[in-house]
């Protein structure tokens, strides 16, 4: 795709059809959904579902090992958490 109809799509003076989409989100490795600010968590807080797809997002461009590191931080805060909701 040449720069000046990137630009186009980029500036929302245009709008790619539905394959153009897919090859834009395959070349930034994520989801037309997630260009077009579509959430893909269940959750009913907006906020929350952003940062879902956030980390969702940048977990694509991991390797296997950050990938794994990501997920035991994410479970050890999240059994902080409960722990804390214990001792109060």
Same mark, same amino acid.
């Given at each position: 795709m040449d720069?000046r109809?990137?630009?186009h ?7 790619p !059809?539905l ?8 070349a930034? !490795?994520?989801?037309?959904?997630w260009l077009?600010g579509?959430p893909?968590?269940d959750?009913k807080d907006?906020?929350i579902?952003?940062?879902?797809d ?7 461009g991991m390797?296997?090992q950050?990938l ?5 931080q994410?479970e050890?805060?999240?059994a902080?958490k ?5 001792d109060?």
């Amino acid at each position: 795709m040449d720069e000046r109809r990137f630009g186009h799509y980029a500036s929302g003076r245009r709008e790619p !059809d539905l394959a153009t989409l897919v090859r834009i989100a395959e070349a930034l !490795d994520t989801t037309p959904n997630w260009l077009l600010g579509v959430p893909s968590s269940d959750s009913k807080d907006p906020h929350i579902a952003k940062l879902v797809d956030r980390f969702t997002n940048a977990s694509n461009g991991m390797t296997l090992q950050e990938l794994e590191m990501s997920v035991i931080q994410a479970e050890a805060v999240a059994a902080s958490k409960r722990g804390n909701q214990r001792d109060t």
